[in-house]
């Protein structure tokens, strides 16, 4: 096992190091006294996958060893299939993906670093059996037809469709940052590939109390889901931030554009209501936007819930905190407060 199966744990390569070294799975989630250090890891990659769209470790500064991060992508794999939580799978699926992504592209730009192991673009092509599919061009890829149009399917169909793009010989032409995008769907299919699984009652019994753990943290997350009142002046200082920088000239990182989403969609704006209050007249961010909130608003549980205002922070989003955000930890409860505080108001919407 080393750091690169750790950081890209779906691999191949990860899950033969995982087969080689012939860990019982049964006895590490069935340990008795303290957790074992994979499952603790493993709750913690479920509970951020679901809270806060990253698998990174939580911001708290706990870190574990190479073997437990390794092994905890089979166990989440197990608690996000006990969980019952609407769209937990899809939604650690993405999770999965989207920090991969942040770490493949940072490796791609970082090959020279003799500091840190990295994964090439041609080794993760060849690991999803996509080394004959994608040819490098001079200042971009082509993709063979079948394979973009697989690995497109779910992304926004303004930009993806067929119709739009050049094809040649079979072979569609993408630039560098969009086979990114189509490795991020790659990585996405495999991870919820065969999920939720049908676990063994043995691993199940020996996962309970992670399994409580996790339901009973979204369910006991500190607001309360029914919002349905549009009224911006009472938003957190982070939300009307990101609003203005949103109807501005600023162009939002996909991280940002996740969290006020997210609020937008938990306080109950479909996809028009979206696009409307944020000012939104780019037809191609429009599209992304709009599969965006299509994917967070199957229902409005906490797994759905913008990230806490420890992740805000850590994105540096948290921005010009005053009292009120002083007595909460999550900007959907700042809301709810400033909400029950004043009383009647004119939804937005109703102007
Ligand atoms: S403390 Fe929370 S609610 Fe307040 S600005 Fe920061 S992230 Fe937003």
């Keep these: 096992m080393n750091a690169l199966h750790a950081r890209y744990p779906f691999l191949s390569a990860a899950r033969e190091a995982v087969r080689e070294a012939d860990v019982d799975v049964a006895a590490v989630v069935s340990r008795e006294g303290d957790r074992h250090p994979a499952v603790e890891r493993a709750v913690e ?12 470790p939580p911001e708290d500064g706990r870190r574990w060893g190479t073997s437990a991060e390794l092994l905890s992508y089979p166990v989440a794999r197990l608690l996000v299939s006990l969980l019952d939580a609407p769209g937990a799978v899809d939604k650690y699926a993405r999770a999965e993906a989207d920090t991969a992504y942040d770490t493949f592209t940072y490796d791609f730009d970082h090959q020279d670093d003799r500091t840190r192991e ?6 993760l092509l060849a690991d999803f059996d996509l080394g004959d599919d994608v040819e490098r061009r001079r200042e971009s890829y082509a993709v063979a037809v079948g394979t973009y149009l697989s690995l497109a399917a779910d992304l926004p169909a303004y930009e993806w469709r067929l119709a739009s793009r050049r094809l040649a010989d079979g072979r569609v032409t993408v630039s560098e940052a969009e086979l990114h995008e189509l490795l991020r769907e790659a990585v996405e299919r495999r991870v919820a590939s065969d999920l939720p699984l049908d676990v063994p009652e043995e691993l199940a019994a020996g996962l309970a109390a992670e399994v409580d753990e996790l339901e009973s943290s979204f369910t006991d997350a500190d607001f309360s889901h029914d919002i349905d009142t549009l009224a911006p002046s009472l938003f957190p200082p982070c939300m009307q931030a990101l609003v203005e920088r949103a109807r501005g000239d600023d162009r939002l990182p996909s991280h940002s554009w996740f969290s006020l989403v997210a609020f937008l ?22 599209d992304r936007l709009r599969y965006r909130v299509e994917r967070l608003a199957d229902d409005g549980s906490a797994q759905y819930a913008p990230p806490s205002c420890a992740t805000m922070a850590a994105y540096g989003d948290c921005v010009e905190k005053d009292g009120r955000c002083e007595t909460i930890t999550h900007p959907m409860a700042y809301y709810e407060d400033a909400l029950a505080e004043s009383g009647d108001v004119t939804d937005w919407r109703e102007r």
């Design 265 to 286: 969609t938990g306080i109950g704006l479909d996809a028009d209501d979206v696009l409307s209050f944020c000012e939104v007249d780019s037809p191609s961010l429009a």
């Design 45 to 56: 990659r479920v509970r951020r996958a679901l809270m806060d769209g990253t698998v990174r």
């Design 118 to 123: 990295t994964i090439s673009l041609d080794a």
